[in-house]
């Protein structure tokens, strides 16, 4: 059985693991990339550790599969924007520089896009050729299929859900627009409006909030009701658009299925129309922290 390589390398960590033709990840590893601040670019780390990795097994690889943060081009696998501030790393030719040192064919992709791929692969869009992912975190990362294939737009940039405007008087986003889908609906924007509205004096994160709306907390559930009403606004705008049949939900939050993905569903149902929903699956996604280096493959496997 073929084995690759599946790099995926985000803001703080990169990950990388021995995957198979199967999706089956053998073997991995993972380390910090802002150790330091960023001194050391992110690209030169991740040819570090690279190097280690490779030195600590014996599998044979047949190529190198990238996913990475930031704006890709794909076709120069090269990062070419990022919202907010990663230092030292727009310009980082990640598949020139990769494909030197290693002597491998190299694929580099958007996380996000990535992380559709994997649902695709051997997730819960198994079965699916048109997929709408959003991942809610600091941000909200989005991937759209279409007809079975990743939509990357001219360049490799599609997919920027997050930055779908929602609200032209809405908040100042790291893009430098306003009232942006992820300044609503990622996790981010759920834990200021929980501040906002409680004066919660506590360490407000993801897991708090969901614990009180467990206990029943009652401007808590508000809270979450209304992100989750604006979760779904753009969710119902994207699927008159791509008329998908399985919508997947990632990031830390996804595994809330009673208090997140089921009203969710009942939401986003109540407000497409009828034929839209004939055949339409809202999901959480299945792979979680490995998505990125298995759909970094499958779109390797396919493109080489
Ligand atoms: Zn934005």
Redesign the pocket.
């Known amino acids: 059985m073929k084995n690759y390589l599946g790099i995926d390398i985000g803001g703080t960590s990169v990950k990388m693991g021995i995957v198979n033709e199967e999706g089956t990840v053998l073997l991995q590893h993972e380390s910090s990339v802002s150790f330091d601040n960023y001194q050391t670019p992110i690209i030169e780390t991740v040819v570090k550790t690279v190097h280690q990795f490779n030195a600590s097994h014996h599998y044979i690889i047949e190529g190198i599969a990238i996913s990475a943060a930031g704006q890709i081009d794909t076709k120069l696998g090269k990062v070419i924007g990022t919202?907010g501030n990663l230092p030292n790393y727009i310009g980082s030719e990640f598949k020139s520089r990769f494909e030197k040192e290693f002597n491998y064919n190299v694929t580099v992709v958007n996380d996000a896009n990535c992380m559709i791929l994997g649902e695709k692969w051997i997730g819960n869009a198994k079965n699916h050729e048109n997929v709408i992912g959003i991942t809610l975190g600091t941000g909200v990362g989005g991937g759209i299929l279409v007809n079975n294939q990743i939509l990357l737009g001219s360049r490799g940039l599609a997919g920027e859900i997050?930055?779908f405007i929602v609200d032209k008087a809405g908040l100042l986003?790291?893009?430098g627009?306003n009232g942006?889908y992820?300044q609503v609906a990622s996790t981010t924007a759920l834990i200021r409006r929980v501040k906002n509205s409680c004066n919660a004096h506590v360490n407000v994160d993801g897991r708090w909030i969901f614990n009180e709306v467990q206990n029943g907390n009652a401007q808590v559930i508000q809270c979450v009701n209304e992100w989750i009403d604006d979760i779904a606004i753009g969710l119902v705008s994207l699927i008159h658009i791509f008329n998908p049949s399985c919508i997947l939900i990632g990031g830390g939050v996804s595994s809330q299925e009673e208090f997140l993905i089921n009203p969710l569903r009942e939401k986003v149902f109540s407000l497409v129309m009828p034929r839209f929903k004939d055949n339409l699956e809202l999901k959480q996604a299945r792979l979680k922290n490995n998505a990125g280096i298995i759909g970094a493959v499958y779109y390797y496997i396919y493109n080489n």
Do not use: D, K, S
């Open positions: 919202c997050g930055h986003c790291t893009c627009n942006c992820e």
